[in-house]
């Protein structure tokens, strides 16, 4: 779960990290007080949105009077940003935050995440910050094992601090601010804490110039406080749906839509028909206990897609049988008024009885024989 | 004949809720050994004439159990983890999906401290076709046979061992290895089992998007296997930043891309289906 960068401070605030001075605006009026109430001669206007590039994009703006603040609200508030995160779509800007403008001599990164490949946290740092992490060479990063629990041992704090160029008062500072950014992601299940940039001041304090926090959401049954710093107007809409329903929904530029069980196979059936030339319109996994209200509601999802010409439901009925996949499938076309082709590949336990319902039941259904009939029935449905 | 599991294996069952007792069901009627129950406060009770203990070291004493079969509630799950390793329990398969990210790394440090190999978790289990059937994949689409399978998804998994059992290969022993960032065995871990498994003639190993677990197989691959690997990696169409279900099945950054991994196995020697449609079809031609 992601949550905006004026919550993200809010944590590293509680947690001893130090940001700037900010205040988080709703309305013009409010970002023209927050410019009096700052007294910094220059203030930074940020779109809250949950996606980065928002410098580039124009979501980040410098004010150095009272007018200008006010001028750059006027642009940002209702405005759609559209970086290379969010997609063409774009997100609508609700929130801006504004905060004190800062004398910065020297600009890094930091970020912690999990690492598969050891299995755990490792904070990853680099001296050279404001870019993306991605394009720097292996060899400029910095990177230390987390132990879980115990954080960063301070050894580690100060290898860091040092390696990225910090010196005296300076880097212990930083090193007290990696640690307590370690702590802070044991101790909220964090997925991602990442500060781009972590900057030194020209006064010499080391502060966190930007915050991103991404949290495991198999984790947030533990923090209540932290579930409830959901921004529902950043979640896709039908995705948001989808998940009520505890459906796996990811909506995709293509127009065919896809119904099938099971993470892998979902990606795999969005792979075949790409394969066969066609364009799948999501990712959607009903879970391998697909029943007839999760099927029903799956579907309704799928045909809401205006884009959606064909769709193509692949099943591999192991523990569930198909039959009553079947059964659940008919129930939702017939729910659902289905005004689309639908392509059905059903197999495993009781095929015969399933296909046979499919078959025998007056529906404009298709039936396939396997995966490459189905995407191929479903590809040319779909012309 | 087989890796990890065979008709000797015997197991205890951790966490008899429903789903558990289902799946625990189905095993015993495919024939697997289920020595055990573990469920606290109700020790000495039973469960379908199967013993059912407070703790898994109880079970073990009593029972000689060597493989837990884990459907623990997600919240608790790393704990029953952890549990059957300081029991002693060499393997352990955990079904659970959901368990955070941070419970895994702390149960991971376990399994390491005492040596246990871990299956799992949010993976289907593993099955020895004919033998033992240790999870939740449905038994009879499996063909005792020649192809060692390992794989990051469930249902997908399913798929390879209906096209190789359709083309009468079937399978020495099949694995899903789960979809989790922090999880047991990878695919090394399983590969060097099977490299040195006679029964064993070739593997279909089945990747997806997110992580770097494919290419460091590539790397083992191509510098110590001899036999046969036929390849799919799921989510090529997938676009980056976005989960797709499984929690380890997302781009980030540049890294974790479908086509990065298919090249790495490519250079290695493998064969890698564009479609998943065709794995069973290039293992036969490989084995042939």
């Known amino acids: 779960m992601n949550i905006h960068e004026y919550q993200a401070k809010g944590l590293f605030r509680e947690a001893g990290i130090p940001v700037p001075r900010g205040i988080v605006c709703r309305s013009v009026d409010d970002v023209g007080r927050a410019y009096h109430e700052l007294g910094s001669a220059v203030a930074v206007v940020k779109a809250q949105i949950h996606a980065g590039g928002r410098g580039k994009a124009g979501g980040v703006r410098l004010a150095k009077s009272r007018d200008e603040a006010v001028a750059h609200a006027k642009a940002l508030l209702g405005s759609t940003l559209v970086t290379h995160q969010t997609g063409p779509e774009g997100r609508r800007v609700g929130l801006l935050l504004v905060e004190e403008g800062l004398k910065i001599a020297k600009e890094c990164y930091a970020a912690i995440a999990i690492d598969r490949r050891r299995g755990g946290p490792t904070l990853i740092a680099a001296s050279e910050g404001g870019v993306e992490i991605e394009s720097l060479p292996q060899e400029k990063l910095l990177k230390e094992p987390i132990a879980v629990p115990d954080g960063l041992f301070p050894f580690q704090a100060r290898a860091v601090a040092y390696g990225l160029g910090l010196k005296g008062d300076s880097a212990r500072a930083g090193a007290d601010l990696l640690t307590a950014l370690a702590r802070l992601f044991l101790a909220k299940d964090c997925s991602i804490a990442e500060i781009n940039p972590l900057v030194l001041l020209e006064d010499g304090r080391v502060l966190a110039l930007d915050a991103k926090i991404n949290f495991d959401e198999n984790a947030l049954f533990r923090h209540p406080r932290i579930d409830q710093l959901r921004d529902p107007a950043e979640e896709d809409p039908a995705e948001a749906r989808a998940a009520k329903f505890n459906l796996s929904y990811v909506s995709l530029d293509g127009n065919i839509g896809c119904m099938v069980n099971g993470a892998g196979l979902a990606m795999g059936t969005m792979d075949i028909i790409q394969h066969h030339g066609g364009a799948p319109a999501n990712f959607l996994d009903v879970g391998g206990g697909a029943s007839v209200e999760r099927v029903t509601e799956a579907f309704q999802i799928i045909c809401d897609d205006e884009n959606v010409r064909a769709i193509l439901v692949n099943i591999f009925g192991g523990i569930v049988k198909c039959d009553l996949i079947a059964e659940g499938i008919l129930g939702a076309v017939k729910a659902t008024k289905l005004k689309v082709p639908l392509v059905v590949r059903l197999e495993g336990t009781n095929v015969e009885r399933g296909r046979a319902l499919l078959r025998d039941s007056g529906l404009p259904i298709q039936t396939a024989a396997d995966m490459t009939d189905a995407a191929k029935k479903a590809v040319e449905a779909a012309r | ?288």
């Open chain 2, 1 to 288: 004949m087989s890796i990890l599991v065979g008709a000797e294996t015997r197991v205890v069952v951790q966490g008899l809720g429903s789903a558990g007792q289902f799946h625990a069901r189905q095993c015993r009627e495919y024939g697997t050994k289920i020595v055990a129950g573990v469920k606290p406060g109700a020790g000495g009770t039973s469960w379908e004439g199967v013993p059912v203990f407070d703790t898994v070291r109880d079970a073990r004493a009593a029972t000689g159990a060597d493989c837990a079969l884990i459907f623990v509630p997600a919240p608790f799950a790393a704990d029953a983890i952890g549990e059957s390793a300081f029991a002693g329990i060499p393997l352990v398969v955990t079904i659970t999906e959901g368990i955070p990210t941070l419970d895994m790394v702390r149960a991971k440090s376990i399994l390491k401290e005492t040596g246990t190999r871990m299956i799992g978790p949010n993976c289907p289990g593993i099955i020895t076709p004919g033998a033992a059937k240790i999870g939740i994949m449905p038994g009879y689409i499996h063909k005792p046979g020649k192809i060692g399978v390992i794989s990051r998804s469930g249902t997908l998994t399913y798929e390879a061992v209906w096209q190789l059992s359709a083309r009468g290969l079937g399978q020495s022993t099949c694995i899903g290895i789960g979809g989790d960032p922090v999880q047991g065995m990878n695919f090394v871990a399983c590969l060097e089992l099977f490299a040195k498994d006679d029964a064993t003639v070739g593997v279909v190993m089945i990747g997806e998007i997110g992580g770097s677990a494919e290419e460091e197989a590539a790397a083992w691959i191509r510098a110590h296997l001899k036999k046969p690997v036929v390849s799919f990696i799921a989510g090529a169409t997938a676009p980056a930043g976005k989960r797709m279900g499984h929690a380890g099945a997302i781009i980030a950054g540049g890294s974790g891309k479908a086509e990065d991994k298919k090249r790495a196995l490519r250079d290695a020697g493998v064969r890698v289906v564009d479609s998943p449609a065709d794995l069973g079809s290039a293992m036969a031609e490989m084995v042939r």
